[in-house]
């Protein structure tokens, strides 16, 4: 399984920007997909995921309300709207897939991994 993520790009604040993760190779029915970001000298972390067959989604808390993730089965495609951007915002992005179930939201319960795109939030 090969994830491409696109959709990063430069937003002042206040602004919006829509990522999207492509999935290619075997046949893509993962239990969840997620999405994390990584800020300069931070540690990765989680921002939301969904359940590829339910829909049921799930978001750090410091992006509820602003954040969406959806996805599109027919078309292997998870995205993520980002609304009412933050300069703390500013990270790569990186999307994921989790094969089976898992327990919790750390990049560990995630098996693909795709390359990261860079958002970047001025003030």
């Known amino acids: 399984v090969q994830l491409q993520a696109s959709g990063g790009g430069l937003v002042q604040a206040g602004g919006s920007l829509r990522l999207s993760c492509a999935a290619s190779?075997?046949?893509?029915?993962?239990?969840?997909m997620g999405w994390f970001r990584q800020a300069p000298g931070k540690e990765r972390e989680f921002v939301a995921s969904i359940t590829w067959k339910g829909g049921s989604t799930y978001y750090v808390d410091s992006v509820k309300g602003r954040f969406t993730i959806s996805r599109d089965n027919a078309k292997n495609t998870v995205y993520l709207q980002m609304n009412s951007l933050k300069p703390e915002d500013t990270a790569v992005y990186y999307c994921?897939?989790?094969?089976?179930?898992?327990?919790?939201?750390?990049?560990?319960?995630?098996?693909?991994w795709g390359q990261g795109t860079l958002v970047t939030v001025s003030s």
């Open positions: 994921a897939a989790d094969k089976d179930y898992s327990i919790g939201h750390s990049a560990v319960a995630y098996d693909y």
């Open positions: 190779g075997q046949t893509f029915s993962p239990y969840r």
